[in-house]
T-cell receptor
Framework: EDQVTQSPEALRLQEGESSSLNCSYT??????LFWYRQDPGKGPEFLFTLYSAGEEKEKERLKATLTKKESFLHITAPKPEDSATYLCAVQAGTASKLTFGTGTRLQVTL | DVKVTQSSRYLVKRTGEKVFLECVQDMDHENMFWYRQDPGLGLRLIYF???????EKGDIPEGYSVSREKKERFSLILESASTNQTSMYLC?????????????FGSGTRLTVV
């Protein structure tokens, strides 16, 4: 059974204070690892897909990396508008379905 | 702007009612999914569909059914609503099988069963 664990559950940062979110996974035959951002009361919004160990993707202040067992979402010099819940998900085998972690709730304060 | 549209943002239903949640996508995606999201439990897959008139059970299908009569529309049905089905319901779609495509999500339907 595919498993995804995200840590920490919640993270509070001051504006400009860089940090990383962790997503560890156990799957048979990883096809893709996905990061989403979710604002309160809204559906998740796609950020990145990573396909193989060593791959990195960047978007503004966010950078996602992937190893054979985990992925990190690095947030550099965050701003209050980066406050959201960040979800990690994996796709494995021949299925199109995603298995999600429970998310990290990020709050960035002034 | 491509999107997934869920028919209701908020719904309040009584215990025992039959409830229909509708989802429409305009991206010609083959795959459609229904998840529920609860605090501390994350997103859990209820049902999904790879094609018209096809459906497969997800991780928590009990108490739910689905219908996909047209490619763009995927309906979730609560046969007899119960209070433990109070949740945020999220519909998503993705491109065809054999590729690692992510989902596009709708805005969600917050269902309260009283």
């Amino acid at each position: 059974e595919d498993q995804v664990t995200q840590s920490p559950e919640a993270l509070r940062l001051q504006e400009g204070e860089s940090s990383s979110l962790n997503c560890s996974y156990t799957v048979s035959g990883l096809r893709g690892l996905f990061w989403y951002r979710q604002d309160p009361g809204k559906g998740p919004e796609f950020l990145f897909t990573l396909y193989s160990a060593g791959e990195e993707k960047e978007k503004e202040r966010l950078k996602a990396t992937l190893t054979k067992k985990e992925s990190f979402l690095h947030i550099t010099a965050p701003k209050p508008e980066d406050s959201a819940t960040y979800l990690c998900a994996v796709q494995a085998g021949t299925a199109s379905k995603l298995t999600f972690g429970t998310g990290t709730r990020l709050q960035v304060t002034l | 702007d491509v999107k997934v549209t869920q028919s209701s943002r908020y719904l309040v239903k009584r215990t025992g009612e039959k409830v229909f949640l509708e989802c429409v996508q305009d991206m010609d995606h083959e795959n459609m999914f229904w998840y529920r999201q609860d605090p501390g439990l994350g997103l859990r897959l209820i049902y999904f569909s790879y094609d018209v008139k096809m459906k497969e059970k997800g991780d928590i299908p009990e108490g739910y059914s689905v219908s996909r009569e047209k490619k763009e529309r995927f309906s979730l049905i609560l046969e007899s609503a119960s209070t433990n089905q109070t949740s945020m319901y999220l519909c998503a779609s993705s491109r065809g099988r054999g590729h690692s495509y992510g989902y596009t999500f709708g805005s969600g339907t917050r269902l309260t069963v009283v």
